[in-house]
């Protein structure tokens, strides 16, 4: 299957400090890519869903200042947590869709964000 | 509001005990549930799209069902190496003019531990 890869997969940071995470999609060109969030224990919560070229569409309660997406290519998007504090800790996870839309998903390995 | 709720939220087995894993779902028009494995500290592993009521599919000795209110992930004679968190999903259809492929409502998952 197609290969969607995240980095870095682990990092730590102050508070207050920002933090970028990438996301690629390694052997398909990705249209629509997906940022999720999943707490300890919970389930995958979507933040955002951002296409190629376009501004980020938003979940309701996600701030859009506070977790900036950029989808500057077909085969990358960037999440960077701005003035990161200890209750942004989560395991921040991305999903990929190409143009044809073959009905699977496929997902990143994770990065996990611990803040200090 | 696509809501998916997984039962049981944890399962232990013997090796070689079959079982079900179940999957409700309401959603405002099924494009595709979505089946996933994850590991600790990954990202989620693609298993299975089912599409429509009464469709099957299987992998190993995994097995998806399909109906039109809920899923069942069918597991026969288990392996330790089975042990993981099972994610179910949903994919409602775009609105009219929308663009909103690939956006997914997990359930909490179910997490299946297969003892020697």
């Known amino acids: 299957g197609a290969v969607v890869s995240q980095h870095p997969s682990r990092v730590i940071c102050k508070s207050g400090t920002s933090v970028k995470i990438e996301c690629r999609s390694l052997?398909?060109?990705?249209?629509?890519m997906f940022w999720y969030r999943q707490f300890p224990k919970q389930s995958l919560m979507l933040m955002a869903t951002?296409?190629?070229?376009?501004?980020?569409?938003?979940e309701q309660g996600v701030e859009k200042d506070k977790f900036l997406i950029n989808h500057a290519s077909l085969t990358l998007s960037t999440l960077t947590v701005t003035s990161a504090h200890p209750e942004d800790s989560s395991f921040y996870i991305c999903?990929?869709?190409?143009?044809?839309?073959?009905?699977?998903?496929?997902f990143g390995e994770g990065s996990r964000l611990t803040v200090l | 509001e696509d809501q998916v709720t997984q039962s049981p939220e944890a399962l232990r087995l013997q090796e070689g005990e079959s079982s079900s894993l179940n999957c409700s779902y309401t959603?405002?028009?099924?494009?595709?549930l979505f089946w996933y494995r994850q590991d600790p500290g990954k990202g989620p592993e693609f298993l299975f799209t089912?599409?429509?009521a009464g469709e099957e599919k299987e992998k190993e000795r995994l097995k998806a069902t399909l109906t039109k209110k809920e899923s069942f992930l069918h597991i026969t004679a288990p392996k330790p190496e089975d042990s993981a968190t099972y994610l179910c999903?949903?994919?409602?259809?775009?609105?009219?003019?929308?663009?909103?492929?690939?956006?997914?409502?997990f359930g909490q998952g179910t997490i299946l531990t297969v003892h020697p």
């Open positions: 959603v405002s028009g099924l494009r595709g």
């Open positions: 999903a949903v994919q409602a259809k775009p609105n009219a003019g929308g663009t909103s492929y690939g956006k997914l409502t």
């Open positions: 951002s296409n190629e070229g376009s501004k980020a569409t938003y």
């Open positions: 999903s990929a869709t190409d143009r044809a839309y073959t009905g699977e998903l496929f």
């Open positions: 052997d398909f060109q990705a249209t629509t």
């Open positions: 089912l599409y429509s």
